[in-house]
């Protein structure tokens, strides 16, 4: 009798444990031992949420130290959800700058919690002051969706002291953004972004931070195909303009600085069972990219408005893309001591408007196509910069990137295939000393393997990683991530409700200028987690009991979304609002 009250008390258990989801990441390397204050920032249950941003005002603490003193700044953004839902795309805007993108993962009918903190210490001279922010979750609720998104913001300030010393941070943050009051600050592109800002006459240094990511019929812009070898599949299997992007910024129309993205897959991306309870790296805190415009000050500084261009090209002749990308951007902006004017000038460019790209390809006799797009882009850029105290400063900011995508398509399509790589370095000195570094590579392997006609019944496989030194500009530590992720999931689509299941595996290694260290290695199957070991100095310190978590496999699932409109991906009905971030494909 205890054997049987035993067993029935540990499948209750089971059968109502709500899914912990995850991204894995290294935990903010702030000092846990500091005094701290913690504001909620938001409330909000997210149901018919579709142009319907939350909109609050947040005014900075003074029980921490006076505003802008903190050693450190987080964000802790936790939601809870139950029922049927598709991923959504999550926008954080403060003083009218981006500071966040993330993405939902999709509930479960037991239901499904996540937390994230996320560092925004380098966006501290926002925090400073009061000012508007915004969560902009677009979420639907119609027939077949019920999922609500509860979610909860809090901002917790970290006071500085002699042992921590305030954060460095630059003098004034610019927003590269739509400047909206009431809803996220992103701009959709094509077409190209663009606006004028205005800086200050005595302006030494701009860094830039661009967020892009893409959605809708951009979601997989990995899977594109070139347009010249469309013909040669049949309807709904591949999206046009290729597979090559790259996210540009103009300063009056001269390519500035550019970005090969990494490509981020949200859980409801390709087989939503690869994704539970761990999402694919970066589907909860999308990467962002760091971008020197000091070389133009002597531009800037001329205290007129000067144009900046956000936009996304591919590899095709005429360079356009599909619908569309989410961009946005911030300068990081430093001034000297002095009032007066600065002044230079810019002593070398070299900077194509596009990158070199190559496409070949072959149609084999019985109907199989391989097409490999390659790509390289070279900037050089030097200028010498006189401050107004008079200390002179020469700039030398170059990028150096590497971009290949091998695709197959096999067995009468049966079998799609992606192999990319994306690799390089931007590096910037003033007067020889290192001030952005951003050497990255980003490996991704894709199989899908297609066991019907219909395209209902599939298996796919992933392998990829996130390899990145990065120096963002020089108020920030180095660091540097290894991050490599494999997955394995099998899907089917039924009227009587979609099945599948999934395996997740990922090694994770942190390290930083600052001494701090974080390793990961974590696997699940199932939902359930069969391996996790953490160490290093940011680890926590009591470590995570697996046999505790327990969840019973999912057997519902909502659609699957996959490359090129495939007869398995969620269309979405006519009623669902254009361009949404909801459903983010």
Known sequence: ???????????????????????????????????????????????????????????????????????????????????????????????????????????????????????????????????????????????????????????TYFASSSVHPPAMRSDLIIPLSTLANDTGNDASVPPGFSLNVTLPQNTISVFAELYASGNGAEEFWYFNIADEFLPNLPPGTASQRGPFREVRLLVDNQVAGVAFPYATIFTGGIAPTAWRPITSYGALDLPTYFLDLTPFVPVFADGEPHNITIDVASAETNHTILQNWFVSGLLQVNTDESSNRTTGNITSYMAQPFASATTTGNVADNGDINITVTATRKIHIEADIISGSGELMHVIWTQDLQYSNIQSFLENTTIQNVLQTASGQSLSSINNVTTVLDSFSYPLGINMTFLDPSGNSFVASFDHSYNRDL???????????????????????????????????????????????????????????????????????????????????????????????????????????????????
């Open 1 to 155: 009798m205890f054997l049987f009250l035993t067993l029935l008390q540990v499948f209750v258990l089971v059968q109502s444990a709500v899914l912990v989801d995850f991204q894995v990441a290294e935990p903010p390397p702030v000092p846990q031992d500091a005094k701290q204050c913690t504001v909620q920032v938001l409330q909000r249950d997210f149901a018919f949420s579709f142009g319907s941003a939350e909109v609050v005002e947040l005014t900075p603490p003074t029980d921490c130290g006076s505003p802008g003193s903190w050693a450190a700044v987080t964000l802790n953004f936790t939601v809870t959800s139950n029922g049927t839902q598709f991923d959504r795309l999550g926008v954080f805007t403060f003083q009218n700058v981006e500071i966040w993108r993330t993405s939902t993962p999709e509930p479960t009918r037991d239901g499904i919690i996540w937390t994230y903190i996320k560092d925004v210490t380098r966006y501290i001279p926002l925090f400073a002051k009061p000012g508007t922010f915004i969560l902009q979750l677009d979420n639907l609720i119609q027939p077949g969706l019920d999922g609500i998104y509860s979610a909860t913001l809090h901002a």
């Open 471 to 585: 120096l963002p500009f020089p108020a920030i530590p180095r660091s540097n991530i290894t991050e490599h992720q494999t997955a394995v999931a099998f899907f089917n689509i039924s009227p009587s409700g979609n099945t599948g299941n999934g395996t997740n595996n990922n090694t994770f290694a942190y390290s930083d200028s600052a001494g701090n260290t974080y390793q990961r290695k974590v696997n699940a199957a199932l939902n359930n987690i069969t391996l996790d070991e953490q160490s290093g100095t940011l680890a926590p310190i009591t470590d995570h009991d697996i046999s505790k978590t327990l969840v019973p496999p999912q057997t519902k699932f909502t659609h699957a979304r996959l490359p090129g409109g495939r007869p398995a991906a969620h269309i979405p009905s006519k009623s669902s609002p254009p361009e949404t971030r909801c459903d983010i494909g």
